[in-house]
């Protein structure tokens, strides 16, 4: 009865049916993988956010990278903002989508070394070539918090850091690079600034880190699981349901047989 599944046919269908098997399970495997490290990332960034401030000097020093476990720190900074070297950050958006420019402003600390501060967005009304007009910054020494991040490469963020741009104008926020322009000692990273709040709310400040939906993928993972064990129910249903049918036609075929007439 089951002499069909050695066809051309059923042979297809049953290797398919063991290529998907192992696949799926693999597919279900790396989908763990993926939420192991958003959780993981989901705990970092929950508890930077929840340590205490610190001054940005513990954490951060020229020529040092922003590490995972220093990411999203908040940190404190005492000194005051040289706006004659501010420059913009092209093509970055607010949390209405809306493309415009990050203001990154170089923060003089009362040692003499640099820090860079993100102090927000700003629409572009004037375009992309030309340097837009940007709030000011409070006068004088005063105290800043914020949230430490790393430098920006194109690597990590995706952005081609191009060439040519407009006079005071950048791609990609760089510590080195930066410290090369000012002649300055740069700490590594920059810091995207919470507080004081701006007047008039501009530069709108950066949104919240979000958290990443590391359910979703435990939920693909159980589900691509689910699909490699429906893959063998599936093949024995269908083998069963044409055996059945074989059958069927086999008995039918003999039913006509023994009601034809008799040849006289």
Do not use: C
């Amino acid at each position: 009865m089951y002499r069909f599944l050695s066809s051309r046919q059923w042979v297809i269908i049953t290797l398919v049916a063991l290529l998907l098997i192992p696949t799926m399970i693999w597919l279900g495997f790396w989908q763990m993988d993926r939420y192991g490290e958003r959780d993981a990332r989901n705990r970092l960034v929950a508890d930077a956010l929840a340590a205490d401030p610190v001054p940005v000097e513990r954490l951060a020093a020229p020529g040092d990278a922003v590490t995972r476990a220093e990411r999203y720190r908040t940190v404190t900074a005492k000194g005051r903002f040289d706006t004659d070297d501010e420059v913009v950050v092209r093509r970055r958006t607010n949390a209405d989508d809306r493309v415009g420019f990050h203001v990154l402003t170089p923060f003089v600390l009362d040692d003499g070394k640099v820090l860079l501060v993100n102090r927000g967005w700003i629409p572009s009304e004037a375009g992309q070539t030309a340097f837009p007009e940007v709030p000011a910054p409070p006068r004088g020494e005063v105290t800043i918090k914020g949230r430490l991040m790393p430098d920006e490469t194109t690597e990590a963020s995706g952005i081609k850091d191009l060439e040519g741009l407009p006079d005071r104008q950048i791609m990609l926020i760089n510590s080195e690079r930066e410290a090369e322009r000012l002649g300055a000692q740069v700490l590594g990273g920059y810091v995207a600034q919470t507080a004081p709040e701006p007047k008039d709310g501009t530069p709108e400040r950066l949104g919240d880190p979000g958290k990443e939906n590391s359910a979703l993928n435990y939920a693909y993972a159980v589900q691509w699981w689910l699909f490699a064990a429906a893959v063998p129910v599936g093949w024995f249903v269908l083998a069963r349901r044409e055996a059945r049918e074989r059958a069927r036609a086999a008995a039918e075929a003999a039913d006509a047989e023994e009601t034809e007439p008799a040849a006289v």
